[in-house]
């Protein structure tokens, strides 16, 4: 079974930056489709960024040119780097993974495999 730890959450003030990791376990993340999803009270699931395993990323358009998704082979470990950050961005961030190919954000329901999310605060 695949396995799959964020850390990296806390909490910050609008205008600041956090890096999530996500340490990947059983599964080769450079083979699969990763991706960052999020969640704010009340409201649904949503994809954040992907990168497939052929190095193709995608982004929700709220977190473009303020985010970027990136894999450490090596490290077997996946990233999202968060610039700039808006109280909006305030959620359970997810890490995902799938074996697939995903063009374009896929649906929550697409993802296999999930971790069990780290928390992101941003104070306005």
């Known amino acids: 079974q695949v396995q799959l730890v964020e850390s990296g959450g806390g909490s910050v003030q609008a205008g600041g930056s956090l890096r999530l990791s996500c340490a990947v376990s059983?599964?080769?993340?450079?083979?699969?489709?990763m991706g960052w999803f999020r969640q704010a009270p009340g409201k649904e699931r949503e994809g954040v960024a992907t990168i497939n395993s052929d190095g193709i990323t995608n982004y929700a358009n709220s977190v473009k040119d303020r985010f970027t998704i990136s894999r450490d082979n090596a490290k077997n470990t996946l990233f999202l780097q968060m610039n700039s950050l808006k109280f909006e961005d305030t959620a359970i961030y997810y890490c995902?993974?799938?074996?697939?190919?995903?063009?374009?954000?896929?649906?929550?329901?697409?993802?296999?495999?999930w971790g069990q999310g780290t928390q992101v605060t941003v104070s306005s």
């Open positions: 059983r599964a080769t993340v450079s083979n699969y489709c």
């Open positions: 995902a993974a799938d074996p697939r190919v995903w063009r374009g954000l896929p649906s929550p329901a697409d993802l296999r495999y």
